[in-house]
């Protein structure tokens, strides 16, 4: 798959799995991203160079609509025929949450996996982090599912 690609093939998946993004739970949408991870490869994107990684981020932000709490994962690729900023490009899944006492208690942060060998790991980390442990039985105000080149 060309990164270009990527918003296009993972809404197909989700369709596949009769899930629509707009009634994904927090759980349920980063699963899904983890496995469109571990199933799908992009093309000239150097794995092994963090060519294709993934981030998991969370914490309260403003988009210009107000506050709100954001968890989100998102998959970078960079594409090794470019150069600089031209190479990078993103596809962000995310959760917006209305900011809550104890969303907002929640110190901001991310992290990141660099390849598919760091999944299981990472994995691990996101579903006992406290952002997706507090969010995972609130429906989120919004989900959102967007590609950008940097």
């Known amino acids: 798959?060309?990164?270009?690609?990527?918003?296009?093939?993972?809404?197909?998946?989700?369709?596949?799995?009769?899930?629509?993004?707009?009634?994904?739970?927090?759980?349920?949408?980063?699963?899904?991203?983890?496995?469109?991870?571990?199933?799908?490869?992009a093309t000239d994107c150097d794995i092994e160079g963090d060519g294709d990684m993934l981030l998991f981020q969370w914490g309260i932000y403003d988009f210009g609509h107000g506050e709100h709490f954001l968890v989100d994962v998102t998959r970078q690729f960079i594409d090794s025929r470019l150069e600089d900023d031209d190479?990078?490009?993103?596809?962000?899944?995310?959760?917006?949450?209305?900011?809550?006492?104890?969303?907002?208690?929640?110190?901001?942060?991310d992290r990141w996996c660099t390849s598919p060998t760091e999944l299981p790991g990472f994995e691990v980390f996101v579903r006992s982090h406290s952002a997706l442990l507090r969010t995972r039985l609130l429906a989120p105000k919004r989900v959102t599912l967007e590609y950008d080149e940097v």
């Open 1 to 41: 798959m060309k990164p270009s690609e990527s918003k296009h093939e993972f809404q197909a998946r989700l369709e596949r799995q009769l899930r629509e993004l707009s009634s994904l739970s927090v759980i349920d949408g980063i699963n899904a991203m983890f496995e469109f991870y571990r199933d799908v490869r």
């Open 87 to 109: 190479a990078i490009s993103q596809l962000h899944l995310s959760f917006l949450h209305t900011p809550e006492a104890s969303l907002v208690a929640i110190e901001a942060g």
